[in-house]
């Protein structure tokens, strides 16, 4: 998108089902499951380039030895840095013991990353700052093997003060107020409540302390265990989690909001939030992958047990359209064609804005992750065109000469590189203007690619801010002098904050919201804002059961057209020639694109859950108050 979204983040689990020697003698291999981890991460770098981190946990070791390793990285290139930091420290031991190198026991022992279970974890940072102690997986750690936990997820939380209130309440002194520490804790919590009352009961049968420690590990119910800690959560999560003894999980949310895939065969158990990623590295068809469904918890036992637990009761599904739009790899097959119908079903609203003229128009995208709706837009725009030349060919029947229907036949849609993105600049220099001119160039055009009698027609996946648009492409495309430009979202206008995962948590951010509240002030309808304003006010004192969205008010007056316009006006700079129209895909087409991702609260403002509604009436009256904070 030409406006960058930090966003999201990506897990990956991988569970070995045989001993590492099954593997040492089939892949040639014992670092078979870091091998595929590194995969499984670069594979889902999309995710998060902020930060990376992986977990291991190595079965059946003895007291004294470690068998829990960690390693996390905020570098430039993160999930490179922490595989260095792995192949070093492997390579340090093979060198060391050069004749210790296929005595599986010793490497096992020695090498902290060897293990049978692992947890990767990749970052983009949202809000705070992108620090070491920020970076997943997270370690609680107890002298108690069954006690330690370790949590990575994609996830955020709406309700975290009511979360850190209830940690209080129990007794706990949380160390911040942030979804990542109360969500552990809380997991945490019940963790060592159900620890403690099945070694009770392990001593009452009769068994030593020692004896209770593998009684523990077979009767810990990890689904009763996430009940209670999900009980109250409110948020959208994929949540993967490791016992220190062995048992793994992944929950997901209710709504289906943040994905999570798995794959088992009997070597393996694999998750990660992004088919693709399984099926690349370990060469699957689509139809051996499946998704976690809403409220279930997949569940992997320390003795291999493996479980599909329905732990929360599944609401309407509402998995994330954003996801399909822009995050997600488009190498999966659903997402790949979902996008291109989204190219195509757009293309009704470019054919109208250039009036039916095919003839003059050049087709291009801005920037290369739109590539996939662009090609379903001049697909569709090539469908167009042969229904003008057969009826063209019919028409003219037996009076139709070769050389006439040779040339229909070479009429097509046509296609131009039009820009092209140039390294990013250093915006060294100070002076507003002069670093607005140095972001004008971060986009470089292909002279001669349009005539002046053309219409230049450009899509991108989503349109946020318009930032980019304003202040560099618009320039940019105005100096190859078309009749007119029309640039068209993939997506419907972004009107509201999200609070799931994604770092778009401010209104005034908004194009869209911009320009209502700009409409608002020429037709003298401002007093609507500040009534707006006290409802969203009054709101935040009650159940989040009982909030509606107010800030829907902001656009009811005005239709999807006047916004556009009003859209199209603000993103215009004043001293470019060409005129510009702005547009934007529809709800309805939305979902016929993505028919199975019908989470579109970024656009409609039906947010899947209560603390949802919530959030977006804090974020109104930040807004109002002039406060640029964090809305939850």
Same mark, same amino acid.
């Given at each position: 998108?030409?406006?960058?979204?930090?966003?999201?983040?990506?897990?990956?689990?991988?569970?070995?089902?045989?001993?590492?020697?099954?593997?040492?003698?089939?892949?040639?291999?014992?670092?078979?499951?870091?091998?595929?981890?590194?995969?499984?991460?670069?594979?889902?770098?999309?995710?998060?380039?902020?930060?990376?981190?992986?977990?291991?946990?190595?079965?059946?070791?003895?007291?004294?030895?470690?068998?829990?390793?960690?390693?996390?990285?905020?570098?430039?290139?993160?999930?490179?840095?922490?595989?260095?930091?792995?192949?070093?420290?492997?390579?340090?031991?093979?060198?060391?013991?050069?004749?210790?190198?296929?005595?599986?026991?010793?490497?096992?022992?020695?090498?902290?990353?060897?293990?049978?279970?692992?947890?990767?974890?990749?970052?983009?940072?949202?809000?705070?700052?992108?620090?070491?102690?920020?970076?997943? #997986?997270?370690?609680?750690?107890?002298?108690?093997?069954?006690?330690?936990?370790?949590? =990575?997820?994609?996830?955020?939380?709406?309700?975290?003060?009511?979360?850190?209130?209830?940690?209080?309440?129990? *007794?706990?002194?949380?160390? =911040?107020?942030?979804?990542?520490?109360?969500?552990?804790?809380?997991?945490?919590?019940?963790?060592?409540?159900?620890?403690?009352?099945?070694?009770?009961?392990? %001593?009452?049968? *009769?068994?030593?302390?020692?004896?209770?420690?593998?009684?523990?590990?077979?009767?810990?119910?990890? /689904?009763?265990?996430?009940?209670?800690?999900?009980?109250?959560?409110?948020? *959208?999560?994929?949540?993967? !989690?490791?016992?220190?003894?062995?048992?793994?999980?992944?929950?997901?949310?209710?709504?289906?909001?943040?994905?999570?895939?798995?794959? %088992?065969?009997?070597?393996?158990?694999?998750?990660?939030?992004?088919?693709?990623?399984?099926?690349?590295?370990?060469?699957? %068809?689509?139809?051996?992958?499946?998704?976690?469904?809403?409220?279930?918890?997949?569940?992997?036992?320390?003795?291999?047990?493996?479980?599909?637990?329905?732990?929360?009761?599944?609401?309407?599904?509402?998995?994330?359209?954003?996801?399909?739009?822009? &995050?997600?790899?488009?190498?999966?097959?659903?997402?790949?064609?979902?996008?291109?119908?989204?190219?195509?079903?757009?293309?009704?609203?470019?054919?109208?804005?250039?009036?039916? @003229?095919?003839?003059?128009?050049?087709?291009?995208?801005?920037?290369?992750?739109?590539?996939?709706?662009?090609?379903?837009?001049?697909?569709?725009?090539?469908?167009?065109?042969?229904?003008?030349?057969?009826?063209?060919?019919?028409?003219?029947?037996?009076?139709?000469?070769? =050389?006439?229907?040779?040339?229909?036949?070479?009429?097509? +849609?046509?296609?131009?590189?039009?820009?092209?993105?140039?390294?990013?600049?250093?915006?060294?220099?100070?002076?507003?203007?002069?670093?607005?001119?140095?972001?004008?160039?971060?986009?470089?055009?292909?002279?001669?690619?349009?005539?002046?009698?053309?219409?230049?027609?450009?899509?991108? @996946?989503?349109?946020?801010?318009?930032?980019?648009?304003?202040?560099?492409?618009?320039?940019?495309?105005?100096?190859?002098?078309?009749?007119?430009?029309?640039?068209?979202?993939?997506? +419907?206008?972004?009107?509201?904050?999200d609070c799931y995962g994604i770092d778009?948590?401010?209104?005034?951010? &908004?194009?869209?919201?911009? /320009?209502?509240?700009?409409?608002?002030?020429?037709?003298?309808?401002?007093?609507?804002?500040?009534?707006?304003?006290t409802k969203c006010l009054d709101s935040?004192?009650?159940?989040?059961?009982?909030?509606?969205?107010?800030?829907?008010?902001?656009?009811?007056?005005?239709?999807? =057209?006047?916004?556009?316009?009003?859209?199209?006006?603000?993103?215009?700079?004043?001293?470019?020639?060409?005129?510009?129209?702005?547009?934007?895909?529809?709800?309805? @087409?939305?979902?016929?694109?993505? #028919?199975?991702?019908?989470?579109?609260?970024?656009?409609?403002?039906?947010? +899947?859950?209560?603390? !949802?509604?919530?959030?977006?009436?804090?974020?109104?009256?930040?807004?109002?108050?002039?406060?640029?904070?964090?809305?939850?």
């Amino acid at each position: 998108m030409s406006d960058a979204i930090k966003h999201e983040c990506g897990i990956a689990l991988i569970r070995l089902l045989k001993p590492l020697e099954y593997y040492k003698e089939k892949y040639g291999t014992a670092f078979y499951a870091v091998n595929k981890m590194y995969l499984m991460m670069e594979k889902q770098h999309n995710r998060g380039q902020d930060g990376a981190g992986i977990a291991t946990i190595k079965f059946d070791m003895q007291p004294g030895e470690r068998y829990i390793a960690r390693v996390r990285s905020a570098e430039k290139q993160p999930i490179q840095d922490i595989f260095d930091q792995i192949n070093t420290r492997i390579q340090g031991v093979l060198d060391d013991h050069p004749d210790q190198r296929e005595d599986l026991d010793f490497l096992k022992e020695h090498i902290p990353y060897l293990g049978e279970l692992m947890l990767g974890h990749v970052r983009y940072g949202t809000f705070g700052q992108n620090s070491i102690e920020n970076v997943h #997986p997270f370690l609680r750690q107890n002298n108690w093997m069954h006690r330690n936990l370790i949590v =990575a997820g994609n996830f955020n939380m709406t309700n975290v003060q009511e979360m850190f209130n209830e940690l209080v309440r129990i *007794g706990q002194h949380p160390k =911040a107020m942030a979804d990542t520490v109360t969500v552990m804790e809380r997991i945490g919590h019940f963790l060592d409540d159900a620890v403690a009352k099945l070694y009770k009961d392990a %001593k009452r049968e *009769g068994y030593n302390k020692r004896e209770a420690s593998s009684i523990i590990a077979e009767r810990l119910d990890v /689904a009763r265990i996430l009940r209670k800690a999900a009980k109250n959560w409110d948020g *959208g999560y994929a949540m993967a !989690g490791l016992i220190g003894h062995g048992d793994a999980f992944v929950l997901r949310d209710p709504a289906g909001i943040r994905p999570a895939y798995y794959y %088992k065969d009997d070597e393996i158990v694999v998750v990660a939030s992004e088919r693709p990623a399984i099926q690349t590295v370990f060469n699957v %068809k689509k139809e051996q992958i499946h998704e976690i469904e809403p409220g279930q918890a997949l569940i992997v036992k320390k003795a291999g047990e493996f479980a599909l637990e329905q732990v929360l009761e599944a609401t309407e599904k509402k998995a994330c359209s954003f996801e399909r739009i822009y &995050f997600s790899r488009g190498s999966d097959e659903d997402i790949y064609k979902e996008r291109k119908a989204l190219g195509k079903y757009v293309f009704n609203r470019v054919y109208e804005a250039i009036e039916g @003229d095919l003839f003059n128009s050049v087709f291009s995208y801005i920037p290369n992750t739109a590539e996939t709706s662009f090609l379903g837009m001049v697909s569709e725009a090539q469908t167009r065109l042969n229904t003008f030349k057969k009826s063209q060919i019919l028409a003219k029947g037996d009076s139709l000469s070769e =050389a006439e229907l040779d040339e229909l036949l070479m009429v097509r +849609p046509r296609i131009e590189k039009v820009a092209i993105k140039d390294a990013k600049l250093r915006t060294f220099i100070t002076q507003d203007s002069s670093r607005d001119d140095l972001v004008a160039h971060v986009y470089d055009i292909t002279y001669g690619s349009v005539k002046t009698t053309d219409n230049l027609v450009i899509i991108d @996946d989503s349109i946020v801010r318009g930032t980019t648009l304003k202040k560099s492409i618009l320039r940019m495309l105005d100096r190859l002098h078309p009749k007119q430009i029309v640039v068209v979202s993939s997506a +419907p206008q972004i009107r509201y904050p999200d609070c799931y995962g994604i770092d778009m948590a401010r209104l005034e951010d &908004f194009i869209a919201f911009r /320009a209502a509240i700009e409409l608002h002030k020429e037709r003298g309808t401002e007093g609507v804002l500040k009534e707006i304003y006290t409802k969203c006010l009054d709101s935040l004192s009650k159940d989040a059961k009982q909030v509606p969205n107010y800030v829907k008010e902001v656009y009811a007056p005005f239709s999807n =057209a006047e916004l556009e316009l009003k859209i199209s006006d603000l993103l215009r700079p004043q001293d470019m020639k060409a005129p510009v129209k702005i547009l934007f895909q529809t709800i309805e @087409d939305l979902h016929r694109a993505c #028919p199975d991702n019908k989470g579109d609260w970024y656009f409609t403002g039906d947010y +899947p859950t209560p603390g !949802g509604h919530k959030v977006v009436n804090r974020a109104f009256v930040n807004y109002f108050e002039g406060k640029r904070s964090r809305a939850y």
